[in-house]
Structure formats: structure tokens, C-alpha cells
């Protein structure tokens, strides 16, 4: 078995007693010192790990005073801060060996909206999408666009100044900010404003420490007028942060926002913000240029730029590659498509806004007719995106660029650490150029995507830095990039902040640099708030780019072979997309519903990969243990578990908090199909769950659970006597105790009664192996799953009544065990033995030449993801989905007619068919209009239950929480002329169970307006 993980305190006194300090004066947040929460928040987007004493998560402004107001006394004047917003920086920013304190748990509230002065007042850990949405019906948005606009907090923003696509007529966020309430370090609250020169004289006469710091900026721009002309670039994207260029108002007064603002958290702690609106452009297109080489399109953006468009976004060849297997492809593939002359080398998206469909035209057809009247080289045709739905579709794949990168195969993957430069926009093919062939030297491959019109290129050089011999590159790129970029120039830090590059900050700052570091003391005298950023102040050394410790550096301890089975993990860039704000996006279902960073497909890796290290700091051979556990009997073994479950380390053991955040995955396998970088959370866990109850006694549920489908055949037997347990309260309290509520009923249908009243045969080899060329073109085979046949037969059986009336020939596979629910929780020895035996037997099936089709999503999925990696190559079955099926055979379907205008089908997928086959999804859209209906399918979250989740006791008010997030409010829409539909078993017993009139499987649906059931239409024919 796996030894026991104990986890060193990493905390000295002098934190330990400002914790107590903090308890004492009734600190409202949350204080969390464990190993788990620590190792989650050791890490953001960038190449390094840097675990914190302790994460603090306030829940008002009180909190940051009294934070603030601790710290300031001499005894702790030793403990340091990083605030910490969505965690998706890529330089460092907010990692620190101190406390984070993370501002988006619960200072997550929008104050205030004025649609009348186009204002918002918000927390800072408020999510920009999030303030979006609650603009959208007044018509205004907060205008600065970033990719991670779906995690990134108005906190963030504020401290690295973030901007992106659309900057060249909204600014930054800078530009936006009309106030800022701050918390000093001294515990001083202040609201931030620009200041007429009355109001500033009043303020420069405060004896307090906001007079110190007004008297000082005052100082430093009066005496340093023309040198700040001087140093600061005029690009769009200025050197922010410390911004002494912009510190002066026009009428002679000063603004200190300009100076919080990419501060990165050095000078202040920001509490709250009032922001300045923007009316949303009602109309908007894009017009997609395809281009033979990369630089062709780089040159092309200055001719594209005076058009006066909105933005000219660039993505070249790499990352393009990587969005074709990426789940966003199929929403945008028709506007990128390769051509007779090859592959596209380069793309710019060109954006064009208006505020009426007749202005929109007119500026299309102006750039179209300049696009077709220039003949530069290089550019090969281009495509025009109209539509709402496309437009959105082709920026969701822009904003995935970043994480797309680091999806490529292989330990080699692009990093960020060089990967935000701006240069004039005029300058920037020349830039690049040069760029590309510093990389080239270096033998280095990388993708390149951007703002050229801001003069804007991420580049992410492709390193493996678990490969100690890598590690120099990260120097030697970092100094001859910023070399370069001060030739052309530029800015090292144009976009994504400085954090760890702050020892390039005198280079750039010059001898305005000195004046930094009085700002940096007059705000926090004794280094307290994100030391080593930006400026120090006096005292104290800027952090190098290889001072802090590298992931690569923990990883590479992590035997090659062990990183690469563990689907991922090892890969995960911390770039966040499971943090998405959206409750209508599935991913990540346990995230959205607890807040908790370590219940997300990020926080997930980060612990796995902890646990992996631990392992092998051990000398653990996780591949041994596993075959052990695999092979061993099932009687033996319980004595040493029992003895590991009830000794001292349990509570002491690292894996232990690992399990915690593995008990509240879903298993909907969305990070599989959502996650740029494709971790797979279900895949690792259920190693992790077989390893950890190797040492472990499991829950009584367990066993129950995962031999279900062995189980089912003999409680069928006794069905009665199973639903009267289950039906009553005595036995809901009895399966309580064993950990499980809210059980279904058996069915009372008997399946096999009711084919042989159908004439429907039961599925064998020579049968179907018998069956004419024509007959088998009508026939296909069944795959049961145990759920559907002994809970919800009735949905086979409709299935089955809608086939003949088309016309095919349906059989019936004999049911056997698919191993799903083995998977799912670590029984992965028993799973491998369900598997081979359910393969060859469907494989035997198969070899006829009938297509085999499944009817649950879930339980289908299984034999194309968890079969695969249980089976030799070539022994998996190949099963469909119903609607793959039928949406081969559209011509059969059309002649079906069905014409109900009036009424609305909309289909609510299950998470892992939604996810992993979006193509299939959109089969269901393809089937209902052969038929000549009108489907919606609905974006939708998860519905929180997910197989057997929402069964479990533990689960059950989480599972609820999560359904009342998105498909409460998708379900409740329900009426005569709006009718909602769900393909997932679990989805359709989840609606139930929460009170509201049971959704049909649209195969349910479609059998009921087929057989004309004008009586009691699809209500009669199926359990509800």
C-alpha cells in the first residue's frame, strides 16, 4: 500500500501569531492554512510555484483594514501580502511564500449601476463577465476586453491594467476607472479619485499617510515633468503600473488611480471600484483574412488599421492547428477553411461596429472593397462573419488561443514568460521578425497570436522544463527579448504585468526608477504588499526571472511515465478556463458551486501533482501498487486498511486532503472535453481513488454503488420489496446511513415481456450474421444499460416503437455490466475484467456488420473513454449515440413530415455528450428538422446529478445547489408551446427529484408525434 503523506507546517511563528491576532479581532473571512488549499494557490498561469504560508479570503472591507491595521504593528512587520484576484496571471504576479489574499470568494458584489451616468460600483473580486451580465439589460458594458474575461476579477484587472482585443478605441482598464476605494498599510481607508487642484491642495495639507503619498506624486511630476515625457513611450499599451506619464490632469490637478493601476497589489489593497460604462455596439461583424505566411499578415495589419476598424486581431499557423481538434472548431471551421493553395499560414480577424444594420453595411462593404481592390502579397481570400451566434463563436476561439498552446503533445509546451512585448504598431512585423529568429536559434518552436493592431504579440515558446537543461533558456530568451524590444522601442510588459520580470523594471523606467521606489515607500514603508514587484523601496531586491522556483522544478521529481499516466495533470498551465463564471458553461459544476479554487479541474492537478511528487520523494512505484490492488483478492487486504483507517496518521496524511477534492467531482467529464489543455480530472481521480482505498477503508456506499449493474438482476427478482424499502421512509433512513438517498424505483414494465410483444428478437451472432445486405441497411443491435433497462424501460421501449414505425429493424443486445460506475469510483482492476468480457461480446455483435447503438450518453461514452484505456488496441466496440445513428439516415426521416410550427423543442444534452461529441449534439438539430420540427439546443450547466453524485448523501445538497444554478431556470420555462427535453438518465431523474414534471427523451418525443398518440401523447407511453 501507499504510505502516508505527512505534510510539514510550513508556517513560522510570526505567521502563526498573526493568524491568532486576526481570530482575536474578529476577522469575518475565512483563514485557510491546510496543505491542500496552499499547494491550489501555489500556482497561476506562469511557469512558477510558489507555495504561501496561508490564503486569506475577507469578506468586506473591514477585513482588509483589519488585515492591513495587524500587519502594520512592529511585531508583523515581517508578514507580507499578495492579493490574489482569478489567479490567471502569467508572470507571477500574485505568488508569494507570505498570504495570499484572494478577493473573489466572497467579495464578489455588485454595489451599485447607474444607467443614468453609465457608472457600476463593484467588489474586486467581481468577474468581468459577471458585471456584464448584469449590464446587459441596460444596455452598457465595462468596455476592456481580455480573454479570460469569463474568470478574470475587476480587482485583477485594476492591478495589472488589463486590456486586449479592442484597445485601440477602448483603452485600458485604466481608462476606465473613475474611483478606487483602497486600503492603505496602515489600515487607512481611501477613496481614490482625480482631484480638481482645489480638492488637491485640501488633500496635500491631510496629515495622514494619504497626504504623504498625494504630497510626494505632486513632487515627483512637478520635478520630473519633461524626463516623464521623455522615458514613457507613447504607445497605446504605456508603461502602466507606477504610471507617472498619466498622474497630471488636464486642468492641473492629480489622479493616483493612474499610479494603482498595474500596480500589482504593491501599493494598496483595492476593496472596491467605480467604473465607467459604455453603451454596447448593437452591431458587429468580422471579416476573417487568410494569409500564405505569417508575416504577410503582420504587414498587412497597418494597411487594415487605417480603415478605421475596431480591432485587427492576428492567430498564426500554430495555434490555428491546435483549434482544429479543439471543441470550439465546429462553431467556427467555415470561416477558416483550407483551400486549393494549402494550408493557411496566418489569419487577421478584423473587427467592424455599428450602431444600425445600414451603417454595419456600409463599413463592410468600405473594407471589402478596399480588401478587394489592394492586391498585397501574400493574402490569399477572406470570409465575413454576420451573425451574432458566429461572431461570439469566432472570438470564444480567439480567447482560447492561450490555452490551446498548451495543448500540443508532447513534454515540450509553450510558457509564458516573454509573451506580452509592444512595440509601435509600424515597428511590429520588423520586431516580430527579429523575434522569431532569436527563437529560431535557439531551436525553439512557438505560436503567435495577438493585438497587431496595438503592436501586441503573445509569443509562447514551447519548453520542457522539467528538463533541468531548459531551464538557462528561460534567461538567455528573457534578456535578448528585452534587449530587443527596448531597440524597437517598446515595452517589456505590455498586456499581462510585470511580476517576476520586475528586474527589468530600471531598464525601462530609467532614471525615473528611483522616484518608483519613493512612491513604492511613501504607500508601504516596510515591503509588506507583494515584495520584490515593480519597486522596491530602498530596501529589498526586485525579483529575478530565476530567483523563483519553477513548476518544472517540482515536476521533473515525478517519474516521466507516472506523469504522462496521470491524463494531464502534469500539463495543466493554470490558465483557468474552469474558473468560468458562466452557469450555463459546464465546466466545472463543483467549482460553480462551492467558490472552493480546489474543487476545480485546476485545483484538482495542482494536488494530484503534489501527490505525485510526494510519492516519488518516497520511492513509490505507483504503476506496482496498482497491479497489486488489481490482482489481489477481495478478501484480502481489510486487516491493514483497517488498522491505516483508524491510526494517527489519518488525519495527517496529504492524500486525505487530495480525496476531499476528488469526493466533490462530478465525473461529467467536461474538463475533458472544455479544458484547452484537455486534463481530465474523472480519468486521474479514479487512479487515485483505487491507490488511496488500497490503503484505506472505503465508505459502505462504495461497494454498493460500483457493483450496481451486478446487483440490479437480483434485486429485480424482489423489485417489490426493493421499492417498498427505497419508497418509505424507514428504508430512506436505512440508506442514509449507508450513505445514499433518493433512490429511483424499479420499473414495474417487464422488458423482456413487452419485446416479445413487439417481436423484437434478442441480438446473437449467427442471427445477425444471417440477415440479407438490405436487411442489415434497416437493422442495428441495442446496447442496454442497466439503468435505462431496469429503471426506465420504457425509454428503450419507446425507442424501439419509433424505429419500426421508420421502418428498421431493431435487436436487442443481451445486457451485460458496461463498468461505469467501477470506473468512476477506482475499481479499476474490476472495471478492466467488465470491460473485456462487455467488449467481446458486443465485438462478436459487431463483427456482423449491424451498428450497435446505446441509448444513455454517460454509459455510450464509456466504451470511446474509459474502454480505450482498459482494452488492447483494436478490442474496443464502436457504439453510437441514438442521434449519430439517425443522423446518417436523414433521408429515411424526411419523409416523416411532422410540421408542428408552433411548438418550441429544446434540448438540455448531458455535460459529457455536450462536452466530448458536440458534433453529435448538433446531429439532434439535423434529426428534429428532417422531421420538420424546430429544435433548440440550450446552453445549460450541469444539472448536479452526474451518474450516481446526486445520490450520494454527502452530495445531495451540493447536487442541488449546482441544479439551481442553470437547469432550474431552463426547466421551469416549460409550457405547451415550449417543451424541454434531456438526453441523460441522471439529468431527467435530477428534475424529478427537485419537484418539477418529469422531461422526455426527445426520442420520447419524436416516437409520440410519429405514432400519432394524439390521446396521451409522449406522457402515457414512458415512467415520469
Known sequence: ????????????????????????????????????????????????????????????????????????????????????????????????????????????????????????????????????????????????????????????????????????????????????????????????????????????????????????????????????????????????????????????????????????????????????????????????????????????????????????????????????????????????????????????????????????????????????????????????????????????????????????????????????????????????????????????????????????????????????????????????????????????????????????????????????????????????????????????????????????????????????AFDNAAYCNGNGACFDFNTDSAMCPSFKGTGDRRFSPKGRASLIREWLRLLAERGVDLKAEAEVLRKRPAWRGPLPRLIASLGRTKGGDFSHQVREAMDTCLACKACAGQCPVKVNVPAFRSKFLELYYGRYLRPLKDPLIASIEHLLPVIAKVGWLYNLVAGSRPGQALMGKVGLTALPLLSRQSLPTELRRRGVAIARPADLAALSPSEKERSLVLVQDSFTSYFEPALLLDFIDLLLALGFKPFVAPLKPNGKALHVHGYLGAFERAAEHNARHLSRLAASGVPLVGLDPSMTLCYRSEYPGALEAGKTPTVLLPQEWLGERLDQLAVRKLHRPETQYVLLPHCTERTNTADSVKSWGAIFDALGLKLTIEDAGCCGMAGTFGHERKNRALSETIYKLSWRQKVEGAGPRRIPMATGYSCRSQVKLMGSPGLPHPLQLLKALVCEDSRGGFHNSHDM
Open 1 to 564: 500500500m501507499i504510505p502516508a503523506l505527512a505534510v510539514e507546517p510550513k508556517m513560522g511563528r510570526l505567521y502563526t501569531d498573526y493568524f491568532d491576532a486576526l481570530r482575536l479581532a474578529r476577522f469575518a473571512g475565512d483563514i485557510e492554512v491546510s496543505a491542500g488549499s496552499t499547494t491550489v494557490f501555489a500556482t497561476d498561469n506562469s511557469i512558477y510555484q510558489l507555495r504561501p504560508q496561508a490564503v486569506l479570503f475577507p469578506r468586506q472591507r473591514a477585513d482588509l483594514v483589519l488585515i492591513a491595521s495587524l500587519a502594520s504593528e512592529p511585531r508583523f512587520r515581517g508578514v507580507c501580502f499578495a492579493v490574489r484576484g482569478g489567479g490567471t496571471g502569467t508572470n507571477g504576479q500574485s505568488l508569494t511564500d507570505g498570504i495570499v489574499i484572494d478577493m473573489s470568494r466572497h467579495m464578489n458584489r455588485i454595489v451599485a449601476i447607474d444607467p443614468v451616468r453609465r457608472t457600476a460600483v463593484v467588489e474586486a473580486g467581481v468577474v468581468k463577465d459577471q458585471l456584464n451580465k448584469a449590464l446587459k439589460s441596460h444596455g452598457l458594458f465595462f468596455a476592456p476586453e481580455l480573454s479570460t474575461s469569463n474568470r478574470a476579477t475587476i480587482g485583477g484587472m485594476i492591478n495589472t491594467d488589463a486590456c486586449g482585443q479592442g484597445s485601440c478605441i477602448y483603452g485600458k482598464t485604466s481608462n476606465h476607472v473613475l474611483a478606487l476605494n483602497a486600503v492603505l498599510m496602515d489600515g487607512t481607508e481611501w477613496l481614490s479619485r482625480p482631484l480638481a487642484p482645489e480638492a488637491l491642495r485640501a488633500v496635500l495639507e491631510r496629515p495622514d499617510r494619504v497626504g504623504d503619498v498625494h504630497r510626494l506624486a505632486d513632487a515627483i511630476e512637478r520635478e520630473n515633468r519633461d524626463l516623464i515625457g521623455a522615458t514613457y513611450p507613447k504607445l497605446n499599451r504605456f508603461l502602466t503600473g507606477y504610471d507617472l506619464a498619466h498622474l497630471r490632469t488636464e486642468d492641473g490637478g492629480l489622479n493616483l488611480n493612474s499610479v494603482l493601476c498595474g500596480a500589482e497589489g504593491t501599493l494598496a489593497m483595492i476593496a472596491e471600484a467605480e467604473l465607467n460604462l459604455l453603451p454596447i455596439p448593437r452591431f458587429a461583424a468580422l471579416i476573417n483574412i487568410r494569409y500564405d505566411d505569417f508575416d504577410a499578415a503582420l504587414r498587412d495589419a497597418r494597411f487594415l488599421t487605417e480603415l478605421k476598424v475596431a480591432s485587427v486581431e492576428t492567430i498564426d499557423a500554430k495555434v490555428l492547428s491546435l483549434a482544429r481538434s479543439d471543441i470550439v472548431w465546429e462553431e467556427v471551421g467555415q470561416f477558416f477553411a483550407h483551400d486549393r493553395a494549402g494550408d493557411v499560414a496566418g489569419i487577421n480577424i478584423v473587427e467592424v461596429l455599428a450602431n444600425d444594420e445600414e451603417e454595419l453595411c456600409a463599413k463592410l462593404d468600405q473594407v471589402t472593397s478596399a480588401l478587394a481592390g489592394d492586391g498585397r502579397p501574400g493574402r490569399r481570400g477572406f470570409t465575413v462573419a454576420g451573425n451574432k451566434h458566429d461572431v461570439e463563436a469566432i472570438w470564444a476561439m480567439r480567447k482560447r488561443a492561450v490555452g490551446l498552446l498548451g495543448n500540443v503533445e508532447g513534454p515540450r509546451r509553450p510558457v509564458a514568460f516573454v509573451e506580452d512585448t509592444a512595440v509601435p504598431p509600424e515597428h511590429l512585423a520588423d520586431y516580430i521578425a527579429e523575434f522569431r529568429a532569436l527563437l529560431d536559434a535557439e531551436g525553439l518552436d512557438y505560436g503567435m497570436f495577438g493585438h497587431v493592431d496595438a503592436g501586441v504579440l503573445h509569443v509562447r515558446p514551447a519548453l520542457d522544463l522539467t528538463d533541468e537543461r531548459q531551464e538557462p533558456l528561460v534567461r538567455r530568451v528573457s534578456d535578448a527579448v528585452a534587449k530587443l524590444t527596448l531597440k524597437y522601442g517598446g515595452v517589456f510588459w505590455g498586456e499581462h504585468g510585470k511580476g517576476a520580470r520586475s528586474e527589468y523594471a530600471p531598464d525601462f523606467f530609467g532614471p525615473l526608477y528611483p522616484e518608483l521606489q519613493r512612491l513604492k515607500a511613501a504607500f508601504d514603508p516596510h515591503n509588506q504588499l507583494n515584495p520584490g514587484k515593480i519597486a522596491t523601496p530602498g530596501h529589498g531586491a526586485l525579483t529575478r526571472i530565476d530567483e523563483l522556483p519553477l513548476r518544472g522544478a517540482f515536476d521533473r521529481r515525478i517519474d516521466p511515465d507516472t506523469r504522462q
